[in-house]
Nanobody
């Protein structure tokens, strides 16, 4: 069964770092575009970083220079390195794989940044 599982969330002080991981079963990440999205309470879900099958990356303006998306094909895992975290980065972070017109989502991992 195809599945995405996120990990690595937690509580961190402003200015700190976290690395999120998204492991896949039933998918091969290197064949598809993968994104990290987040949803804060009362807000819509927004994509913060994406990486395509040919390793082109894209970032939400508010995280450029602070977040880095990467992929380890051998481990079939996508990462989101988050540095210089701010309280406004607090949200549930989700991994999304796009295969054709279908999107597959993980269950999410909570990131909380204290001021």
């Amino acid at each position: 069964q195809a599945q995405l599982v996120e990990s690595g969330g937690g509580l961190v002080q402003a200015g700190g770092s976290l690395r999120l991981s998204c492991a896949a079963s039933g998918f091969t990440f290197s064949s598809y575009s993968t994104s990290w999205a987040r949803q804060a309470p009362g807000k819509e879900r927004e994509v913060v970083a994406s990486i395509t099958s040919d390793n082109t990356t894209d970032y939400l303006d508010s995280v450029k220079g602070r977040f880095t998306i990467s992929r380890d094909n051998a481990k079939n895992t996508v990462y989101l390195q988050m540095d210089s975290l701010k309280p406004e980065d607090t949200a549930v972070y989700y991994c999304r794989l796009r295969r054709g017109r279908l999107d597959y989502w993980g269950q999410g991992t909570q990131v909380t940044v204290s001021s």
